[in-house]
Protein backbone atom coordinates (compact mmCIF):
# COMPACT_ATOMS: atom_id res chain seq x y z
CA UNK A 1 0.00 0.00 0.00
CA UNK A 2 1.27 3.57 -0.71
CA UNK A 3 1.33 6.05 1.92
CA UNK A 4 2.22 9.51 2.28
CA UNK A 5 4.64 10.69 4.56
CA UNK A 6 4.40 14.71 5.49
CA UNK A 7 7.26 16.13 6.13
CA UNK A 8 7.86 20.01 8.23
CA UNK A 9 9.75 21.71 10.63
CA UNK A 10 6.84 21.74 12.93
CA UNK A 11 4.37 19.08 13.93
CA UNK A 12 1.12 19.65 13.75
CA UNK A 13 0.78 19.19 17.40
CA UNK A 14 3.09 21.09 19.89
CA UNK A 15 3.99 19.67 23.16
CA UNK A 16 4.99 22.04 25.88
CA UNK A 17 6.62 21.62 29.30
CA UNK A 18 4.19 22.58 32.00
CA UNK A 19 4.66 22.13 36.46
CA UNK A 20 2.55 18.58 35.39
CA UNK A 21 5.12 17.92 32.85
CA UNK A 22 4.87 17.35 28.73
CA UNK A 23 1.28 18.05 27.33
CA UNK A 24 0.40 18.64 23.66
CA UNK A 25 -1.70 20.87 22.24
CA UNK A 26 -3.07 21.05 18.53
CA UNK A 27 -1.46 23.74 16.41
CA UNK A 28 -4.54 26.36 14.70
CA UNK A 29 -2.24 26.71 11.39
CA UNK A 30 -3.68 26.43 7.96
CA UNK A 31 -1.01 23.66 6.83
CA UNK A 32 -2.28 21.75 10.21
CA UNK A 33 -6.03 22.13 9.03
CA UNK A 34 -5.32 21.37 5.57
CA UNK A 35 -3.06 18.21 5.79
CA UNK A 36 -4.92 17.06 8.60
CA UNK A 37 -7.03 15.19 6.10
CA UNK A 38 -4.44 13.59 4.62
CA UNK A 39 -1.61 12.45 7.76
CA UNK A 40 -4.49 10.99 9.31
CA UNK A 41 -5.43 8.78 6.40
CA UNK A 42 -4.55 5.10 6.90
CA UNK A 43 -0.86 4.74 7.79
CA UNK A 44 0.01 8.02 6.47
CA UNK A 45 2.27 10.30 8.93
CA UNK A 46 3.55 13.15 9.63
CA UNK A 47 7.15 13.96 10.52
CA UNK A 48 8.91 16.78 12.23
CA UNK A 49 10.11 18.95 15.52
CA UNK A 50 7.31 18.64 18.43
CA UNK A 51 8.95 22.36 18.98
CA UNK A 52 10.85 21.93 22.50
CA UNK A 53 13.88 20.42 23.68
CA UNK A 54 13.40 17.10 24.90
CA UNK A 55 16.78 15.34 26.01
CA UNK A 56 16.10 12.99 28.52
CA UNK A 57 15.83 9.66 26.17
CA UNK A 58 12.52 8.39 28.27
CA UNK A 59 10.70 11.40 27.70
CA UNK A 60 11.57 11.17 24.36
CA UNK A 61 10.05 7.54 24.42
CA UNK A 62 7.18 8.91 26.05
CA UNK A 63 6.60 11.65 23.57
CA UNK A 64 6.87 9.54 20.29
CA UNK A 65 4.93 6.60 22.02
CA UNK A 66 2.22 9.53 22.36
CA UNK A 67 2.19 11.03 19.24
CA UNK A 68 2.44 7.59 17.01
CA UNK A 69 -1.12 7.34 18.07
CA UNK A 70 -2.10 10.78 16.17
CA UNK A 71 -0.03 9.47 13.05
CA UNK A 72 3.20 11.77 13.97
CA UNK A 73 6.83 10.84 14.68
CA UNK A 74 8.72 13.64 16.01
CA UNK A 75 13.02 14.65 15.17
CA UNK A 76 14.02 15.70 18.63
CA UNK A 77 16.72 18.55 18.44
CA UNK A 78 18.93 19.46 20.70
CA UNK A 79 19.74 23.24 22.24
CA UNK A 80 22.28 23.91 19.71
CA UNK A 81 20.41 23.08 17.09
CA UNK A 82 17.58 24.93 18.18
CA UNK A 83 19.75 28.11 17.93
CA UNK A 84 22.00 27.37 14.96
CA UNK A 85 19.36 25.75 12.33
CA UNK A 86 16.14 26.74 13.34
CA UNK A 87 17.28 30.16 15.10
CA UNK A 88 20.20 31.02 13.40
CA UNK A 89 20.05 29.44 9.71
CA UNK A 90 16.32 28.82 8.88
CA UNK A 91 15.13 32.39 11.07
CA UNK A 92 18.12 34.96 10.73
CA UNK A 93 19.49 34.00 7.01
CA UNK A 94 16.96 32.18 4.65
CA UNK A 95 13.63 34.30 6.18
CA UNK A 96 15.25 37.66 5.60
CA UNK A 97 16.88 36.56 1.98
CA UNK A 98 13.61 35.58 0.91
CA UNK A 99 12.11 38.05 2.16
CA UNK A 100 13.94 40.48 0.40
CA UNK A 101 15.66 41.62 3.80
CA UNK A 102 19.23 40.65 3.04
CA UNK A 103 20.27 43.23 5.09
CA UNK A 104 19.16 41.22 8.29
CA UNK A 105 21.11 38.17 7.50
CA UNK A 106 23.65 36.71 9.61
CA UNK A 107 25.94 34.56 7.35
CA UNK A 108 27.65 31.88 9.96
CA UNK A 109 29.32 28.94 8.97
CA UNK A 110 28.20 27.03 12.06
CA UNK A 111 24.77 27.80 11.37
CA UNK A 112 24.70 26.34 7.83
CA UNK A 113 26.64 23.09 9.27
CA UNK A 114 23.95 22.78 11.99
CA UNK A 115 21.30 23.19 9.06
CA UNK A 116 22.93 20.16 6.58
CA UNK A 117 23.14 18.03 9.97
CA UNK A 118 19.51 18.81 10.88
CA UNK A 119 18.36 18.22 7.48
CA UNK A 120 20.39 14.80 7.54
CA UNK A 121 18.47 14.01 11.09
CA UNK A 122 15.08 14.48 9.18
CA UNK A 123 16.11 12.63 6.22
CA UNK A 124 17.01 9.67 8.86
CA UNK A 125 13.56 9.87 10.17
CA UNK A 126 11.93 9.70 6.95
CA UNK A 127 14.31 6.94 5.95
CA UNK A 128 13.03 5.10 8.87
CA UNK A 129 9.49 5.37 7.93
CA UNK A 130 9.20 5.33 4.32
CA UNK A 131 8.75 2.13 2.13
CA UNK A 132 9.38 2.12 -1.83
CA UNK A 133 6.06 3.15 -2.86
CA UNK A 134 5.02 5.64 -0.55
CA UNK A 135 5.22 9.71 -1.59
CA UNK A 136 7.31 12.23 0.56
CA UNK A 137 6.02 15.58 0.75
CA UNK A 138 8.32 18.11 2.13
CA UNK A 139 7.54 21.75 3.32
CA UNK A 140 8.96 25.12 3.72
CA UNK A 141 12.77 26.85 3.77
CA UNK A 142 13.84 25.12 7.00
CA UNK A 143 13.97 21.53 5.07
CA UNK A 144 15.19 23.00 1.46
CA UNK A 145 18.17 20.26 1.83
CA UNK A 146 15.79 17.43 2.09
CA UNK A 147 14.83 16.30 -1.24
CA UNK A 148 18.21 15.90 -2.39
CA UNK A 149 19.35 13.89 0.77
CA UNK A 150 15.93 11.74 0.30
CA UNK A 151 16.55 11.33 -3.49
CA UNK A 152 20.38 10.61 -2.15
CA UNK A 153 19.07 7.34 -1.03
CA UNK A 154 16.00 6.26 -2.84
CA UNK A 155 16.49 7.22 -6.66
CA UNK A 156 12.82 6.15 -7.45
CA UNK A 157 10.76 7.73 -4.45
CA UNK A 158 7.85 10.38 -5.08
CA UNK A 159 8.82 13.82 -3.24
CA UNK A 160 7.14 17.16 -3.33
CA UNK A 161 7.92 20.19 -1.67
CA UNK A 162 6.25 23.46 -1.36
CA UNK A 163 7.52 26.54 -0.06
CA UNK A 164 5.06 28.48 1.45
CA UNK A 165 7.44 31.73 1.63
CA UNK A 166 8.44 34.23 -1.40
CA UNK A 167 11.11 32.56 -3.95
CA UNK A 168 13.15 36.18 -4.11
CA UNK A 169 15.24 37.30 -7.42
CA UNK A 170 17.76 35.41 -8.22
CA UNK A 171 20.03 38.46 -7.19
CA UNK A 172 19.04 37.82 -3.94
CA UNK A 173 19.32 34.04 -3.82
CA UNK A 174 23.15 34.96 -5.44
CA UNK A 175 24.17 36.69 -1.99
CA UNK A 176 24.13 33.47 -0.31
CA UNK A 177 27.38 31.78 -0.13
CA UNK A 178 25.03 28.02 0.31
CA UNK A 179 23.28 28.88 -3.04
CA UNK A 180 24.29 26.01 -5.05
CA UNK A 181 23.64 23.20 -2.45
CA UNK A 182 20.21 25.18 -1.41
CA UNK A 183 19.11 24.69 -5.12
CA UNK A 184 20.56 21.70 -5.98
CA UNK A 185 18.79 20.41 -2.62
CA UNK A 186 15.57 21.49 -3.64
CA UNK A 187 15.94 20.10 -7.20
CA UNK A 188 15.98 16.64 -5.68
CA UNK A 189 12.32 16.46 -5.55
CA UNK A 190 9.78 15.83 -8.55
CA UNK A 191 7.74 18.91 -8.32
CA UNK A 192 8.40 21.93 -6.76
CA UNK A 193 5.03 24.33 -5.75
CA UNK A 194 5.28 27.81 -4.94
CA UNK A 195 2.33 29.83 -3.70
CA UNK A 196 2.47 32.31 -7.08
CA UNK A 197 3.68 32.12 -10.60
CA UNK A 198 6.22 35.22 -9.88
CA UNK A 199 8.35 33.01 -7.10
CA UNK A 200 7.88 30.06 -9.43
CA UNK A 201 9.53 31.78 -12.21
CA UNK A 202 11.76 33.27 -9.79
CA UNK A 203 13.42 29.72 -9.06
CA UNK A 204 13.70 28.61 -12.34
CA UNK A 205 15.64 32.18 -13.45
CA UNK A 206 18.29 31.10 -10.34
CA UNK A 207 18.07 27.39 -11.75
CA UNK A 208 19.04 28.65 -14.89
CA UNK A 209 21.40 31.92 -14.00
CA UNK A 210 23.49 30.23 -10.91
CA UNK A 211 23.43 26.64 -12.01
CA UNK A 212 22.80 27.09 -15.51
CA UNK A 213 20.00 24.16 -15.88
CA UNK A 214 17.27 25.72 -18.72
CA UNK A 215 13.60 25.22 -18.05
CA UNK A 216 10.93 24.03 -21.22
CA UNK A 217 7.19 25.21 -19.94
CA UNK A 218 8.41 24.85 -16.18
CA UNK A 219 10.57 21.47 -16.91
CA UNK A 220 13.70 21.01 -15.55
CA UNK A 221 16.41 18.17 -16.66
CA UNK A 222 18.63 17.49 -13.87
CA UNK A 223 20.60 14.57 -14.65
CA UNK A 224 18.15 12.17 -16.63
CA UNK A 225 15.65 12.78 -13.95
CA UNK A 226 12.63 15.95 -14.83
CA UNK A 227 11.90 18.17 -12.42
CA UNK A 228 8.15 19.93 -13.16
CA UNK A 229 7.94 23.49 -11.12
CA UNK A 230 4.71 24.69 -10.51
CA UNK A 231 2.65 27.02 -8.60
CA UNK A 232 -0.04 26.44 -6.72
CA UNK A 233 -1.75 29.04 -4.35
CA UNK A 234 -2.47 27.99 -0.63
CA UNK A 235 -6.03 28.04 0.60
CA UNK A 236 -7.90 27.82 3.87
CA UNK A 237 -10.77 25.70 5.70
CA UNK A 238 -13.45 28.02 4.15
CA UNK A 239 -15.94 26.26 5.71
CA UNK A 240 -14.47 26.04 8.70
CA UNK A 241 -14.22 30.24 8.87
CA UNK A 242 -17.53 30.42 7.73
CA UNK A 243 -19.02 28.04 10.19
CA UNK A 244 -16.89 29.65 13.60
CA UNK A 245 -18.22 33.39 12.32
CA UNK A 246 -21.65 31.90 12.84
CA UNK A 247 -21.09 30.42 16.53
CA UNK A 248 -22.40 31.85 19.72
CA UNK A 249 -18.96 31.96 20.81
CA UNK A 250 -17.58 34.13 17.76
CA UNK A 251 -20.64 36.65 18.15
CA UNK A 252 -20.34 36.88 22.08
CA UNK A 253 -17.00 38.06 21.21
CA UNK A 254 -18.08 40.18 18.72
CA UNK A 255 -20.54 41.99 21.22
CA UNK A 256 -18.39 42.24 23.77
CA UNK A 257 -15.19 44.30 21.80
CA UNK A 258 -17.91 46.24 20.10
CA UNK A 259 -19.48 47.18 23.43
CA UNK A 260 -16.08 47.83 24.51
CA UNK A 261 -15.24 50.08 21.74
CA UNK A 262 -18.63 52.28 22.20
CA UNK A 263 -19.32 51.35 18.49
CA UNK A 264 -16.51 52.77 17.36
CA UNK A 265 -15.49 51.71 13.21
CA UNK A 266 -12.83 49.32 13.72
CA UNK A 267 -10.03 48.31 11.53
CA UNK A 268 -8.26 45.16 12.37
CA UNK A 269 -5.33 44.07 12.03
CA UNK A 270 -3.30 40.97 12.79
CA UNK A 271 0.22 39.35 12.53
CA UNK A 272 2.62 37.35 13.86
CA UNK A 273 5.41 39.59 15.23
CA UNK A 274 7.88 39.80 12.22
CA UNK A 275 9.25 42.76 10.45
CA UNK A 276 8.38 41.78 7.06
CA UNK A 277 4.56 42.22 7.91
CA UNK A 278 4.92 46.02 7.89
CA UNK A 279 3.62 46.48 11.14
CA UNK A 280 5.54 49.90 11.93
CA UNK A 281 5.13 51.10 8.33
CA UNK A 282 1.03 50.06 9.19
CA UNK A 283 1.09 52.39 12.69
CA UNK A 284 2.33 55.38 10.43
CA UNK A 285 0.04 55.35 7.98
CA UNK A 286 -3.15 55.40 10.71
CA UNK A 287 -1.52 58.58 11.81
CA UNK A 288 -0.88 59.81 8.88
CA UNK A 289 -4.78 59.15 8.17
CA UNK A 290 -5.78 60.53 11.55
CA UNK A 291 -3.90 63.66 10.49
CA UNK A 292 -5.60 64.24 7.13
CA UNK A 293 -8.95 63.01 7.90
CA UNK A 294 -9.52 64.61 11.80
CA UNK A 295 -13.10 63.70 11.35
CA UNK A 296 -11.87 60.25 12.38
CA UNK A 297 -10.65 61.02 15.66
CA UNK A 298 -12.99 59.30 18.17
CA UNK A 299 -14.89 57.19 15.56
CA UNK A 300 -12.50 54.85 15.08
CA UNK A 301 -9.75 52.43 16.39
CA UNK A 302 -7.43 50.64 15.27
CA UNK A 303 -7.50 47.21 16.55
CA UNK A 304 -4.17 45.23 16.72
CA UNK A 305 -3.04 41.67 17.61
CA UNK A 306 0.29 41.30 17.17
CA UNK A 307 1.19 37.38 18.21
CA UNK A 308 4.35 36.72 19.54
CA UNK A 309 7.31 35.06 17.44
CA UNK A 310 10.94 34.03 17.55
CA UNK A 311 11.64 36.27 20.72
CA UNK A 312 15.01 34.60 21.08
CA UNK A 313 16.20 36.54 17.79
CA UNK A 314 17.84 39.38 18.66
CA UNK A 315 15.80 41.73 15.31
CA UNK A 316 12.60 40.72 16.59
CA UNK A 317 13.52 41.86 20.23
CA UNK A 318 14.32 45.19 18.63
CA UNK A 319 10.69 44.84 16.31
CA UNK A 320 9.27 44.82 19.20
CA UNK A 321 10.39 47.56 21.15
CA UNK A 322 9.91 50.02 18.38
CA UNK A 323 6.03 48.89 18.05
CA UNK A 324 5.71 49.60 21.43
CA UNK A 325 6.91 52.58 21.38
CA UNK A 326 5.02 54.27 18.42
CA UNK A 327 2.08 52.61 19.36
CA UNK A 328 2.82 54.82 22.66
CA UNK A 329 3.55 57.65 21.26
CA UNK A 330 0.55 57.51 18.85
CA UNK A 331 -1.73 56.91 21.48
CA UNK A 332 -0.73 59.86 23.50
CA UNK A 333 -0.57 62.04 21.06
CA UNK A 334 -4.39 61.31 19.55
CA UNK A 335 -5.83 60.23 22.68
CA UNK A 336 -9.27 61.46 24.71
CA UNK A 337 -10.62 60.69 27.59
CA UNK A 338 -13.19 58.33 26.12
CA UNK A 339 -11.18 57.48 23.11
CA UNK A 340 -8.10 55.13 22.17
CA UNK A 341 -6.69 55.43 18.83
CA UNK A 342 -4.79 51.70 19.05
CA UNK A 343 -5.81 48.75 20.92
CA UNK A 344 -2.85 46.56 20.79
CA UNK A 345 -2.33 43.11 22.00
CA UNK A 346 0.71 41.38 21.96
CA UNK A 347 -0.79 37.56 22.72
CA UNK A 348 -2.76 35.26 20.59
CA UNK A 349 -6.12 34.66 20.71
CA UNK A 350 -8.77 31.89 20.91
CA UNK A 351 -10.14 30.91 17.08
CA UNK A 352 -13.43 32.40 17.78
CA UNK A 353 -12.15 35.24 18.97
CA UNK A 354 -10.56 36.37 16.32
CA UNK A 355 -13.29 35.18 14.10
CA UNK A 356 -15.60 37.62 15.99
CA UNK A 357 -13.34 40.44 15.13
CA UNK A 358 -13.15 39.31 11.46
CA UNK A 359 -17.01 39.42 11.77
CA UNK A 360 -16.51 43.14 13.96
CA UNK A 361 -13.83 44.69 11.59
CA UNK A 362 -15.13 47.32 9.04
CA UNK A 363 -11.55 46.63 7.61
CA UNK A 364 -8.64 44.35 7.48
CA UNK A 365 -5.48 45.85 7.30
CA UNK A 366 -3.05 43.26 5.66
CA UNK A 367 -0.22 45.16 4.14
CA UNK A 368 2.85 42.83 4.57
CA UNK A 369 6.38 44.13 3.20
CA UNK A 370 6.63 40.79 1.80
CA UNK A 371 4.67 37.54 2.29
CA UNK A 372 4.45 34.26 0.72
CA UNK A 373 0.90 34.32 0.40
CA UNK A 374 -0.69 35.70 3.67
CA UNK A 375 -3.95 33.40 5.10
CA UNK A 376 -5.07 36.28 7.51
CA UNK A 377 -6.62 37.95 3.95
CA UNK A 378 -8.38 35.16 3.16
CA UNK A 379 -10.02 33.90 6.78
CA UNK A 380 -11.55 37.56 7.02
CA UNK A 381 -13.02 37.12 3.70
CA UNK A 382 -14.68 33.68 4.41
CA UNK A 383 -15.88 35.03 8.09
CA UNK A 384 -17.60 38.28 6.82
CA UNK A 385 -20.44 36.15 5.01
CA UNK A 386 -23.41 38.11 4.72
CA UNK A 387 -21.54 41.23 6.32
CA UNK A 388 -19.79 43.94 4.64
CA UNK A 389 -16.14 44.79 4.93
CA UNK A 390 -13.35 45.97 3.13
CA UNK A 391 -9.77 44.51 2.84
CA UNK A 392 -6.88 46.04 2.06
CA UNK A 393 -4.22 44.23 0.99
CA UNK A 394 -0.61 44.75 -0.07
CA UNK A 395 0.29 44.07 -3.56
CA UNK A 396 3.66 42.20 -2.02
CA UNK A 397 1.35 39.03 -0.52
CA UNK A 398 1.18 36.62 -2.51
CA UNK A 399 -2.57 36.70 -1.55
CA UNK A 400 -3.00 39.78 -3.95
CA UNK A 401 -2.67 37.66 -7.37
CA UNK A 402 -5.55 36.02 -6.13
CA UNK A 403 -7.81 38.69 -4.63
CA UNK A 404 -7.51 41.51 -7.04
CA UNK A 405 -11.30 42.82 -5.48
CA UNK A 406 -9.26 44.43 -2.15
CA UNK A 407 -7.71 47.75 -2.60
CA UNK A 408 -4.69 46.89 -3.48
CA UNK A 409 -2.07 48.96 -2.21
CA UNK A 410 2.32 49.20 -1.83
CA UNK A 411 3.07 49.25 2.22
CA UNK A 412 5.92 51.46 1.81
CA UNK A 413 3.60 54.37 0.58
CA UNK A 414 2.08 55.55 3.26
CA UNK A 415 -0.05 58.44 1.78
CA UNK A 416 -1.61 55.59 -0.27
CA UNK A 417 -2.34 53.32 2.57
CA UNK A 418 -3.90 56.00 4.56
CA UNK A 419 -5.87 57.58 1.84
CA UNK A 420 -6.94 53.35 1.51
CA UNK A 421 -7.81 53.25 4.97
CA UNK A 422 -10.23 56.33 4.28
CA UNK A 423 -11.77 55.03 1.34
CA UNK A 424 -12.70 51.75 2.93
CA UNK A 425 -14.18 53.89 5.89
CA UNK A 426 -16.53 55.70 3.56
CA UNK A 427 -17.24 52.64 0.60
CA UNK A 428 -20.66 52.63 -0.42
CA UNK A 429 -22.31 49.02 1.50
CA UNK A 430 -23.20 48.05 -1.57
CA UNK A 431 -19.48 48.33 -3.25
CA UNK A 432 -18.27 46.72 -0.07
CA UNK A 433 -20.79 43.48 -0.50
CA UNK A 434 -19.99 43.61 -4.15
CA UNK A 435 -16.32 43.04 -3.47
CA UNK A 436 -16.37 40.38 -0.70
CA UNK A 437 -18.74 38.17 -2.51
CA UNK A 438 -16.12 38.01 -5.70
CA UNK A 439 -13.54 37.33 -2.83
CA UNK A 440 -16.22 34.93 -1.19
CA UNK A 441 -16.21 32.95 -4.08
CA UNK A 442 -12.80 32.13 -5.05
CA UNK A 443 -11.56 31.72 -1.64
CA UNK A 444 -14.25 29.08 -1.04
CA UNK A 445 -13.50 27.28 -4.21
CA UNK A 446 -9.94 27.33 -4.40
CA UNK A 447 -9.58 26.16 -0.38
CA UNK A 448 -7.18 23.72 0.85
CA UNK A 449 -8.53 21.07 0.00
CA UNK A 450 -8.28 21.71 -3.39
CA UNK A 451 -4.83 23.10 -2.88
CA UNK A 452 -3.84 19.18 -1.65
CA UNK A 453 -5.43 17.60 -4.38
CA UNK A 454 -3.77 20.09 -6.95
CA UNK A 455 -0.54 19.43 -5.19
CA UNK A 456 -0.72 15.46 -5.27
CA UNK A 457 -2.25 15.07 -8.88
CA UNK A 458 0.67 17.12 -10.03
CA UNK A 459 3.19 15.05 -8.19
CA UNK A 460 1.39 12.21 -9.76
CA UNK A 461 1.57 13.46 -12.87
CA UNK A 462 5.13 13.93 -12.95
CA UNK A 463 5.99 10.58 -11.80
CA UNK A 464 4.44 9.28 -14.96
CA UNK A 465 5.28 11.76 -17.35
CA UNK A 466 9.15 10.95 -15.98
CA UNK A 467 8.15 6.67 -16.61
CA UNK A 468 7.08 7.89 -20.53
CA UNK A 469 10.30 10.56 -20.89
CA UNK A 470 12.25 7.32 -20.13
CA UNK A 471 10.84 4.60 -21.87
CA UNK A 472 10.90 6.91 -25.34
C1 LIG B 1 3.65 31.34 6.43
C2 LIG B 1 3.96 32.39 5.36
C3 LIG B 1 1.82 31.82 4.21
C4 LIG B 1 -2.66 34.57 13.95
N1 LIG B 1 -2.90 35.04 15.15
C5 LIG B 1 -3.63 34.12 15.80
C6 LIG B 1 -3.84 33.04 14.96
N2 LIG B 1 -3.23 33.34 13.82
C7 LIG B 1 -3.22 32.48 12.63
C8 LIG B 1 -3.95 33.13 11.50
C9 LIG B 1 -3.36 32.40 10.29
C10 LIG B 1 -1.93 32.11 10.75
O1 LIG B 1 -1.89 32.28 12.16
C11 LIG B 1 -0.91 33.07 10.14
O2 LIG B 1 -0.76 32.71 8.78
P1 LIG B 1 -0.13 33.69 7.71
O3 LIG B 1 -0.35 33.10 6.37
O4 LIG B 1 -0.78 35.04 7.83
O5 LIG B 1 1.40 33.90 8.08
P2 LIG B 1 2.69 33.00 8.54
O6 LIG B 1 2.53 32.46 9.90
O7 LIG B 1 3.87 33.91 8.35
O8 LIG B 1 2.78 31.76 7.49
C12 LIG B 1 2.66 32.96 4.79
C13 LIG B 1 1.65 30.68 5.22
O9 LIG B 1 2.93 30.26 5.73
C14 LIG B 1 0.98 29.46 4.56
O10 LIG B 1 1.68 29.01 3.45
O11 LIG B 1 0.53 32.32 3.90
O12 LIG B 1 2.95 33.89 3.76
O13 LIG B 1 4.77 33.45 5.91
O14 LIG B 1 -4.01 31.19 10.07
O15 LIG B 1 -5.33 32.95 11.69
N3 LIG B 1 -4.57 31.95 15.29
C15 LIG B 1 -5.12 31.93 16.53
N4 LIG B 1 -4.92 32.94 17.44
C16 LIG B 1 -4.20 34.05 17.12
O16 LIG B 1 -4.05 34.95 17.94
N5 LIG B 1 -5.86 30.88 16.90
Redesign the pocket.
Known sequence: MSRTIIVSNRLPTKAQRTEEGLHFTPS????ATGLGSIYRADGNVWVGWPGVEIDDPAEQQFVTEELRHDSMAPVFLTQDEIRDYYEGFSNEVLWPTFHYFSQHAVYEQAYWESYVTVNRKFCQAVLALAGPDDTIWVHDYQLLLLPQMLRQERPEASIGFFL??PFPSHELIRVLPWRRELLEGMLGADLLGF?TYGYMRHFLSSAAQLLGYPNQNGLIEVGQRSVLVDAFP?GIDYDKYAQVAESEEAREAELLYRDALNDSRVILS???L?YTKGIAERLRAYELMLQRYPEWRGRVTLLM?V?PSRDQVEKYRALKVEIDELVGRINADYRTISWTPIQYFYR????EH?SGLYRLAEVALVTPMR??????AK?FVASKGELPGVLILSERA?AARELSDALIINPTDTLQLAEAMHEALVMPEEEQLLRMSNMQALVSTYNVYHWVRLFMDRLAYIKIKQQTLATD
Open positions: EGGLHIHMIDRDLVSFPLLDGMNLVEG
